[in-house]
Nanobody
Framework: QVRLVESGGGLVQPGESLRLSCATS??????NSWYRQAPGEQRELVAS???????RYADFAKGRFTISKGTPKNMVYLQMNNLQPDDTAVYYC?????????WGQGTQVTVSS
């Protein structure tokens, strides 16, 4: 059974950093990603990482966010630096295995002074 559990969200001030964590279980995946959804907006891709460690980022994330896999090897992280109010959203961990997609429950990130 696949399970994705996010943690690490919270309230920060503009310019600060957060690291989100996703604990995955249920086997290997073709890709792990982070998505986000702001109020009234569609869910959007933030970053992806593949088994060969290749990474891809949305334009807004380039240079500020870093996706990685860590120890334990079932963990996926999203390091977010220089956060801005526009980054306020619920962040979701996502995994793909073939045509199947899996989602975590989401973690709230709020950037406000």
């Amino acid at each position: 059974q696949v399970r994705l559990v996010e943690s690490g969200g919270g309230l920060v001030q503009p310019g600060e950093s957060l690291r989100l964590s996703c604990a995955t279980s249920g086997g290997a995946f073709n890709a792990n990603s982070w998505y986000r959804q702001a109020p009234g907006e569609q869910r959007e891709l933030v970053a992806s990482i593949f088994p060969n460690r290749e990474t891809r980022y949305a334009d807004f994330a380039k240079g500020r966010f870093t996706i990685s896999k860590g120890t334990p090897k079932n963990m996926v992280y999203l390091q977010m630096n220089n956060l801005q109010p526009d980054d306020t959203a619920v962040y979701y961990c996502h995994a793909r295995r073939g045509p199947a997609e899996f989602w975590g429950q989401g973690t709230q990130v709020t950037v406000s002074s």
